[in-house]
């Protein structure tokens, strides 16, 4: 059993950078495609990005795309999340999972997560 732990959140300026890693428990490594969703206040939770096992399947959400990029290190004991050009709509806590079966847009579709991190972008 994979549980991921999130790390990497903080305050940043709008426009700024950061980098969000998630790594499984006892540097586990992680054979399942891991997806990253954000969920801010008073929303649902919704995806944002995932690649697969082997790295050579990555979908982002609109919303996202050409600003942040999902990888995996060669060793797969971690997944990153690079996010540019932050803006203060991307504010909220960050969530990493493994995906189990069926969509990788759907949070139903994974089922271990981690307790998330919080991105607060401010303008």
């Known amino acids: 059993q994979v549980q991921p732990v999130e790390s990497g959140g903080g305050l940043v300026q709008a426009g700024g950078s950061l980098r969000l890693s998630c790594a499984a428990s006892?540097?586990?490594?992680?054979?399942?495609?891991m997806g990253w969703f954000r969920q801010a206040p008073g929303k649902e939770r919704e995806f944002v990005a995932v690649i697969s096992w082997s790295g050579n399947i990555i979908y982002y959400a609109d919303a996202v795309k050409g600003r942040f990029t999902i990888s995996r290190d060669n060793a797969k004991t971690t997944v990153y999340l690079q996010m540019n050009s932050l803006k203060p709509e991307d504010t909220a806590l960050y969530y990493c999972?493994?995906?189990?079966?069926?969509?990788?847009?759907?949070?139903?579709?994974?089922?271990?997560w981690g307790q998330g991190t919080q991105v607060t972008v401010s303008s």
């Open positions: 999972a493994t995906h189990y079966s069926g969509s990788y847009y759907y949070t139903t579709s994974y089922d271990h």
């Open positions: 006892g540097r586990t490594r992680i054979n399942y495609a």
